[in-house]
């Protein structure tokens, strides 16, 4: 066998075809996309509910309620995002390859913000408008819940590769990850909450993305890791 | 000269057990080696240390003659896992799953077809995997082999789920392989249809 | 320096160092210790505004600075041993976070007696410090129950370590947030402890509760390790000779 037989393809080659198989598979499994979602949807449905049906009180609520909400469906979008993998052998695939496990992992989590994050975002408006947030704040609140997001999706994945294979796996992937996430839902409910004041809440945007960049150039390294560690 | 493929000095631990102690063995091109020794002898930890996934206690595996830490990648472009579990998803069908491989290695899927051909599920090929029996599903497994560009394959009770005539037909692939100048490791608890060089390796 | 290092990281020889250096740390930590509660109790004057309540401090700031120092051993240990992997590092992990988690919670403790008269509240949500200690506990139970989920030490010590390195990254971003999300509540804050203003009479038995609490924290610490590297090395022959040699486990 020469040398030249052993072309492996390239990187963006190999994130792309992660990507492609798990947008692939999410598209024959709509459940796995859209459970999260109705629980987004139910979570926020209860807090008024709960609290009762003041209008005043709901709109000063709705930040908060929201992000909970993302960030609790996130969580439960984010166990089976190495389950299927580890149970079916194709974590062992991935590591077997060529391919530096960063940059699959990287187009997983890709999948996986596209499949959670992203329909929470595009569904955040209708619950917002609900909520009687203030029309001019609703766009403050996506690009918050798409920021936010992102950064929960990596975080996330590392929670999940160390996680992945472990018996009570679930419970002590949102004990793991909750703490971290902690900033991320301060700044976003806080640039909401500010927003919806009418005060300056650019600081919160920018801790935001700025968390965001720093999340996507260091969390796929630890998941990377961690996959390998789960898979000894 | 140096052999192809060599183990040296290898210990494995694994939790509290030593699964095994000073091992070595080598590989020529065209060689089948055959891992034996009884369930939970380490010939699954033995072929996931040298695909990387276990960390050695001690010794190392040397390929072309340099060790396969400082060429990982070279050594994994050049190799096919085939594991126990499949990692075929339930839910793609043969042809989805096998093309997912090019975005890993090397990979002719322009021969998808051909290779499913040879192992006779290409009648399935549409079908979603989760609909396919254990043995049609570990035929589809087995096409990887026939179209990954490697000349190393890690096979892991590959008979398993076979009938009799899947069993000829891998055996005959194998062999195919091996005369081409290709190597294999193989871990089997029972006699295996290879007409090839055989070593064999007791854990 | 690399060979101190490299013999160090060998166990038998770091367990019989660690043996002789504990009463060096122990003793002068137990004294300054001593020191410190009498100084602190009755030598210093009452604080003019909090009268004798501030006394706390002289705990609450000592448990609070090594419940933060134990997590950054922790993040610190387990990365080298990632990296060098270097096994006494993990047993050094492995020692700190169970000291780690009980200093986080003394402090939530005393912080939260403190408030009651400072605040009239048992807990304050809107003292930065003290969320941000919440938080830290937090983070502490995750490590240890992703440690004992994991029944393989081996794979124990490095999923730990992983998770401990993205923990140390965002502890200072985890204060950061909390600081802004209680600037904007304008809640109450402690008054800042320490300071060029602070009374010399209040200071120094501070200042001798927390090197005391240092030293005893290492004492601790070195003892846990040496049980840690006594069970992870129970197979090894230098253990066996240990323990059959005259004079029992010494």
Known sequence: MSQQSTQIPGLLAGLLGTLRRDLLLAWKRPGDVLNPLFFFTMVCTLFPVAIGPSVEQLAFAAPGVLWVAALLATLLSLNSLFLADHEDGSIEQLLASPQPLVVLTLGKTTAHWLTSGLPLVVLSPLIALAFRLPPGTIWVMMTTLALGTISLSLLGSVGAALTVGLHRGTALLSLLILPLAMPVLIFGTRTVSLAAAGDAYSMGLFALAAYAVGALSLAPFATAAALRISNE | ?203 | MWTFFHKMASPPHFFRVAKTLIPWLAIPGYALLAYGVFAGLFLAPADYQQKDAFRIIYVHVPAAYLSMMAYMIMAIAGGIGLIWRMKLAHAVAASAAPIGVTFTFLALATGSIWGRPMWGTWWEWGDPRLMSELILLFLYIGYIALRSAIDDTAKADKASAVLALVGAINVPIIHFSVEWWSSLHQGPTLVREGGPAMDPAMLYPLLAMIFGSSLVFGSMLLRRIRAEVLRRERRTRWVKELVLSPGGRR
């Not at chain 2, 990648?73 to 043969?94: S, Y």
Request: with cysteine; proline share 4%.
């Open chain 2, 1 to 203: 000269m140096s052999p192809l493929f060599s183990a040296h000095n290898l210990t494995l631990i694994r939790g509290e057990r030593c699964l095994f102690r000073e091992l070595d063995f080598a590989l020529d091109a065209g060689e089948l080696l055959l891992l034996e020794g009884r369930n939970g002898s380490g010939k699954t930890s033995l072929l996931k240390a040298i695909v990387g996934l276990l960390e050695l206690e001690t010794g190392e595996f040397r390929w072309q003659g340099a060790p396969v830490s400082a060429q990982r990648q070279a050594f994994l472009a050049d190799l096919v896992w085939l594991a126990h579990r499949t990692g075929l998803k339930p839910d793609l069908t043969p042809v989805e799953n096998l093309s997912f491989e090019s975005a890993l290695r090397a990979f002719r899927s322009q021969d998808i077809d051909a290779a499913l051909e040879r192992l006779g599920v290409l009648r399935l090929r549409k079908l979603p995997l989760r609909s396919l029996s254990a043995g049609q599903q570990r035929r589809v497994a087995l096409a990887r082999l026939l179209l990954a560009q490697a000349s190393i394959w890690l096979m892991d009770e590959p008979f398993t789920n076979l009938d009799s005539e899947g069993r000829t037909l891998l055996g005959d692939i194998v062999t195919e392989h091996l005369e081409s100048g290709g190597l294999c490791i193989m871990a089997a608890h029972q006699e295996v249809p290879v007409d090839a060089p055989t070593r064999r390796v007791t854990l």
